[in-house]
């Protein structure tokens, strides 16, 4: 029993003293990765420059760059009550869908009137915070990258992949908290 013990005990002391870190087995999910940022990188320039060319040609709008990295301008603006969204308010309004060539894709009638909880409910990232720049009445322009609205699946009918896109919005109602 006792060199039994010895054994364990000897085995245990000495027997992990060598240890060496795993590497990893796949390197190509980091190359992946660094690729994916890259074309992510190049789609995002690409979209910004087509926004310029946009708001070249769009001469009536003045158009604001936002830290969220979409486009922005007042189409009709209500200068009485300047009131924005906070979370947790109600807001209610109607929207467009166009391509940056003025395309239709989405007409009001077809989307209907959309009601949700700012930052408390599920919509597209571009609808949710284009919203909080607008008060009440108020007609919006924007320009939203892919990222921002469908991505890189489209919506599998008429907006395409990687598809920047120009949503025109009407703030109807603001129900504060």
């Not at 969204?85 to 009001?108: A, H, S």
């Not at 909080?132 to 008429?158: H, N, R, T, W």
Request: glycine share 8%; charged share 25%.
């Amino acid at each position: 029993m006792l060199r039994f013990f010895l054994l364990i005990s000897f085995t245990s002391l000495f027997g992990c003293q060598n240890l060496e870190p795993r590497r990893p087995v796949n390197k190509q999910k980091q190359v992946f990765l660094k690729e994916s940022a890259k074309r992510n990188k190049n789609i995002v320039a690409i979209e910004q420059a087509l926004f310029q060319q946009h708001i070249e040609k769009e001469k009536k709008l003045d158009f604001s760059a936002t830290p969220q990295g979409f486009w922005f301008a007042h189409q009709k603006k209500n200068k009485n009550n300047r009131a924005l969204p906070l979370k947790g308010d109600r807001v209610t309004f109607i929207y467009r869908i166009e391509d940056l060539n003025g395309n239709l894709l989405y007409d009001e009638k077809t989307l209907g009137e959309v009601s949700f909880f700012i930052d408390q409910e599920d919509l597209i990232p571009g609808l949710r915070v284009g919203v909080k720049y607008l008060a009440m009445g108020e007609i919006g322009v924007f320009l939203f990258p892919s990222y921002l609205c469908y991505g890189y699946q489209g919506d599998g009918d008429k907006i395409g992949i990687n598809q920047p896109l120009r949503f025109t919005i009407t703030l109807l109602e603001l129900e504060k908290n």
